[in-house]
């Protein structure tokens, strides 16, 4: 079996998926630049409910390869667009309980309007591309699976006889 690794560092472009904690503080670190007058950290969290129904956790999977492929481009896009210094982006996956970070991206700029476009710019761009997908478990019913995106729709997904 071939070995993948969750992380790709290229050219100021930080990626990675992971299903450890996420850590604020090490995600600014790796954007940190001398040249950099601001850093903007964008953090998505579990919440508690959705469309008015409790939310027990999210479970992320994700299509690694392609995902952190998809995650890169995106940042040097971003990168490139901008004039950014650096960007990163970290993806969690497995079980994320309310209250805790699904995502981090981070992005270093000389400027602080070029770094709050671009952090905006890369989080709309990965919940639109990157193969990523959640599940929404809900107290006492069955979860959903839902496009990585706000307000998109879900589906409940039968159960596998045997199940």
Not at 72 to 100: D, F, Q, W, Y
Not at 116 to 131: F, I, M, Q, S
């Amino acid at each position: 079996m071939e070995s993948q690794s969750n992380e790709i560092n290229e050219n100021g472009c930080y990626v990675a998926l992971t299903h450890e904690h996420l850590r604020v503080q090490e995600t600014i670190d790796r954007v940190r630049s001398p040249q950099a007058g601001a850093i903007v950290l964008f953090a998505g969290t579990t919440r508690d409910n959705f469309a008015g129904k409790p939310v027990k956790e999210l479970q992320y999977s994700a299509y690694n390869s392609m995902a952190l492929k998809t995650m890169l481009s995106i940042c040097k896009g971003v990168l490139a667009r901008h004039g950014l210094n650096s960007v990163a982006m970290i993806h969690r996956l497995g079980t994320v309980p309310i209250g805790e970070e699904s995502i981090l991206i981070a992005v270093s700029a000389p400027h602080r309007q070029a770094a709050w476009r671009a952090g905006e710019e890369a989080l709309e761009e990965c919940k639109k591309h990157v193969e990523v997908w959640k599940r929404e478990e809900f107290e006492g019913e069955e979860g959903v699976w839902r496009a990585n995106r706000d307000g998109a729709p879900g589906q409940i997904m039968e159960k596998e006889a045997g199940h």
